[in-house]
């Protein structure tokens, strides 16, 4: 998307942020191993409660600045668990639950001319919820997502407003007429991966993954982080680059540097039917970077990926950029 849909996307996140570090001073900024926590005030969980939300912003714009195929989408998790956080994610399924919210829109790379080759205008909504538990040093995530898709999400209307207000060009008549019309996708996500220390605060975190629904692969891969970052944290993984954001947070000011690739043998999916002649890639691979800095109230991150081409018909692949920004005043 364009400029000013980064910048109000963004606006929004440091909004919610701030309101979140008045109200909820465990919820979003210092959340605290359990270890450290006065009983006689956290008394223990009878019922579970919020010990975390995070969210990611993705956008090509902030990537190599166009306004195509895996243009733009919003992530947002909140994280609810019986007895707090001690660090890890619990030993047991379903004791923490995360509920995760996104919207994603797709569009070919020319917004105003219907060009058969190139992929459809997609409109996409997640809702879903997941659990995270631990078995020895392994990691594991599961959930369900239902996956809302076509003019029913209003997201065509969303970037034709957008667009409209910025004086730029809007997908026309002809592109929506042909995008993936109303649908709806039960979708079962999985992840299992390790963390290994390489030395000193660094560590390698091997994954991989298991996706069926709107669209069906299989992706391994790996995650490099050189700092403190998602070190006693819990983390949730971005579906379209692969990054990794924070929902539980047990912060050390400083600088990590992160790094990561992985690839999918994706066998079908709905943003790029068959029966409407597209072929997908053999593979869809991602390499991904990113900077996180954590000060002692505030944080930014910003990550980019590279994405290699998803169908045939693509003229070539992309880089898109990522963003969490967090401040208190």
């Given amino acids: 998307m364009l ?29 605290s191993p359990v270890t450290e926590l006065d009983e006689s005030i956290f008394p223990p969980a009878t019922s579970r409660r919020q010990i975390g939300h995070g969210r ?4 090509d714009f902030l990537g190599d600045g166009y306004d195509r195929w895996q243009t733009g989408s919003y992530t947002f998790s909140r994280v609810w668990a019986w007895d707090g956080w001690q660090g890890r994610a619990p030993g047991t399924f379903g004791d923490l639950l995360e509920m995760k919210i996104g919207g994603q829109i797709m569009t070919p790379e020319n917004l105003r001319t219907y060009i058969p080759t190139d992929r459809p205008w997609a409109g ?35 970037q034709e ?42 560590r390698i975190r091997p994954f991989a993954e298991l996706r069926a629904g709107d669209e069906s692969l299989v992706r391994v891969g790996a995650d490099f982080t050189f700092g403190t970052f998602g070190s006693g944290e819990l983390m949730s993984r971005e579906s379209i680059t692969g990054q990794r954001y924070r929902i539980v947070r047990d912060p050390s000011p400083g600088f990590s540097f992160i790094v990561g690739a992985d690839t999918a043998k994706v066998f079908d999916s709905v943003y790029m039917p068959s029966s409407r002649g597209f072929a997908l890639t053999d593979t869809r691979d991602r390499v991904r970077a990113g900077l996180h800095w954590q000060g002692e109230s505030n944080s930014v991150f910003y990550g ?5 081409r998803e169908f045939l018909g693509q003229r070539e692949s992309q880089f898109v950029g990522s963003v969490r920004l967090q401040f208190q005043f």
């Fill in 124 to 158: 996409k909504l997640t809702f879903g919820l997941h659990t995270h538990w631990t078995q020895g040093k392994t990691e594991f995530a599961l959930g369900g997502d239902l996956v809302v898709i076509g003019p029913q999400t209003q997201l065509d209307h969303l």
């Fill in 56 to 59: 990611m912003f993705t956008n």
């Fill in 304 to 308: 980019a990926t590279w994405l290699s």
């Fill in 3 to 31: 400029r000013l849909y980064a910048a109000a996307l963004v606006g929004l996140t440091l909004t919610h942020g701030t309101a979140q570090a008045q109200t909820d001073e465990t919820g979003e900024t210092r959340i």
């Fill in 161 to 202: 407003f957008l667009h409209d207000v910025l004086n730029a060009p809007k997908p026309s008549t002809a592109v929506l007429s042909q995008q993936i019309q109303n649908q709806f996708w039960p979708t079962i996500v999985g992840e299992v991966g390790q963390s290994f220390s390489i030395g000193g605060v660094s």
